[in-house]
């Protein structure tokens, strides 16, 4: 299983930024996806899970109403969209492929995730 991150930079706060995750190497469409971030001296957490069919999401409380998860199954992709990005969002942004098909209620819990990617490097500048 492959699963590789892109679309990381460095932008203004108040900029955004789309991630894509492409995913190789097994069923793409029966997996919930998810985005986690780390930053330096944190605990990674997850920032957004989207059900198999993209028709369910969930979003940690620091990003609703400013990043947007999406995904092609079509494409075998995953996306993120940021928008007014702000400095404490600055991390290493991660692709997930969750162990089953929903988001469940342990979605951003890293121990759930079944492969991850190398990551994606997010850094907003004040």
């Known amino acids: 299983v492959q699963v590789v991150e892109s679309g990381g930079g460095l932008v203004q706060a108040g900029g955004s930024l789309r991630l894509s995750c492409t995913v190789s190497g097994l069923t793409f469409g029966g997996h919930a996806m998810a985005w986690f971030r780390q930053a330096p001296g944190k605990e990674r957490e997850g920032v957004a899970c989207?059900?198999?069919?993209?028709?369910?999401?969930l979003y940690a409380d620091s990003v609703k109403g400013r990043f947007t998860i999406s995904r092609s199954n079509h494409y075998n992709t995953l996306y993120l969209q940021m928008n007014s990005l702000k400095p404490e969002d600055t991390a290493m942004y991660y692709c997930?492929?969750?162990?089953?098909?929903?988001?469940?209620?342990?979605?951003?819990?890293?121990?759930?995730?079944?492969?991850w990617g190398q990551g994606t490097q997010v850094t907003v500048s004040s």
């Open positions: 989207i059900n198999w069919y993209g028709t369910y999401t």
């Open positions: 997930a492929v969750g162990q089953d098909a929903r988001c469940s209620a342990s979605w951003s819990t890293p121990s759930r995730v079944q492969y």
